[in-house]
């Protein structure tokens, strides 16, 4: 079968561990509960090598193979924690927390992993060491740079470093991945203009922000169209609007401007920037403001590296044959990146099915992909280690 026959066996029981995880989630490195759950699955399976608090709250297990003549060990990483989102799904197992939810599917993804660890504890037919990296704060905390920090790589003699995301409106436990830049590099910029403010119906006697402000929200869009080659790929959006007036008849005085820059490239993440800060200074000072810009770098590219992309696809297709081998990149960024900085490896897609997208209240992950995120996570073991 494609599916391993223990993932078969074992999906009830690994459903009931994820809607555990739905019903009590947790926000960025506040994963207390959750890696506290997952050390006593992972102990309950016989792992004994577990240590926790790495990257603040992350979880690392080792299971050894069958034999260890290789001395090669395969990192595999689920991400734990949820996002402030009120959920709107009306399951009988939504969550208990007001105004948190596991709204990207990071519940699925841990138990995919665990589900995975039950399965290579039992069989250890692999020769090596496979790794288990339970990371914190993927939503915007950089869990995964805090992790790398900690010597994840190192202090655990990683060779390679796997993970997976589920991808809502792709056939339920079918796979995608491309090589080289997959998910883009995600920053941030605040931008304050400030004029004079003044009275709405004398506009002559104040300096307009909102003018100003306005001005520039179309002006950074030319980034897109007129600075970055047409085949690059750069995403500007201008996501906040706010004036320090809430009145119909006064002109502010100052206006906060919110967004995000997203590239596939370094060069092109480095032009964005720049272009960013000269429109909007350029743009400012026509119209008689002044700009503060705070730019901020966040996730890098996560970028798959070609060798373990296609170990990573084939694996896949022994799973579900008929992987995307050159699914489109995704303009959303994932901090599994900066693993992928420190160690060769891959990142690659896992069918939802149907169903609202990710980070939307009413979203849900499919149970029904389970068994071939735990298959395709198993396989990478046992075909990157094989036992001769």
């Known amino acids: 079968m494609p599916i391993k026959n223990r993932f078969a066996e074992t999906h009830a029981e690994i459903t009931e561990w994820r809607r555990h995880l739905h019903q009590h989630p947790e926000l960025m ?3 207390h509960e959750t890696a506290r759950f997952v050390e006593e699955k992972l102990r309950s399976f016989g792992i004994t090598d577990i240590t926790t608090g790495i990257g603040r709250t992350g979880v690392v297990a080792v299971i050894e193979g069958r034999q260890n003549t290789q001395g090669r ?3 595999l990483r689920a991400d734990m924690d949820a996002l402030p989102i009120e959920e709107a799904t009306g399951l009988e ?3 208990t927390v007001p105004g948190v939810m596991h ?3 990071h519940d699925g993804h841990t138990a995919i992993l665990l589900g995975a660890a039950q399965y290579l ?3 250890r037919n692999f020769d090596g060491r496979a790794v288990l990296i339970f990371q914190p704060a993927e939503e915007g905390g950089g869990g995964g740079r805090e992790m790398c920090a900690d010597g994840l790589m190192d202090r655990w003699s990683i060779d390679e470093v796997y993970g997976l995301h589920n991808m809502p409106d792709y056939p339920v436990g079918e796979f995608a991945i491309r090589e080289g830049a997959l998910l883009a590099a995600t920053d941030e910029y605040d931008i304050t203009v400030t004029g004079q403010g003044g009275h709405a119906a004398a506009p002559h006697e104040a300096i307009d922000p909102n003018l100003a402000a306005a001005h520039i929200v179309v002006a950074l869009q030319s980034i897109a169209s007129r600075n970055v080659d047409p085949l690059g790929q750069v995403v500007v959006s201008t996501c906040t609007m706010r004036s320090d007036s809430s009145a119909h008849n006064v002109i502010p005085h100052t206006v906060l401007l919110r967004g995000t820059v997203r590239s596939l490239d370094p060069a092109v993440r480095d032009l964005a920037q720049r ?4 429109l909007v200074d350029l743009t400012a000072r026509a119209h ?6 705070e730019y901020h770098r966040g996730y890098p590219v996560t970028f798959n590296h070609a060798e373990h992309t296609h170990f990573a696809a084939d694996a896949a297709d022994r799973v579900t044959p008929g992987t995307d081998r050159a699914t489109p990149p995704i303009m959303a960024g994932e901090d599994f990146s900066y693993m992928l900085e420190e160690r060769p490896g891959a990142y690659i897609m896992l069918g939802n099915g149907p169903g609202p997208t990710v980070h939307h209240p009413a979203y849900n992950f499919n149970d029904d992909a389970i068994p071939a995120g735990c298959s395709w996570f198993a396989e990478m073991v046992e075909s990157r280690l094989p036992v001769n």
């Open 121 to 123: 504890a039992e069989t």
């Open 275 to 278: 272009r960013l800060h000269e």
């Open 103 to 105: 709204a990207c599917g």
């Open 93 to 95: 197992y939504a969550s």
């Open 73 to 75: 060990t395969i990192g």
């Open 288 to 293: 008689g403001c002044a700009a503060q810009i």
């Open 29 to 31: 490195f506040e994963v």
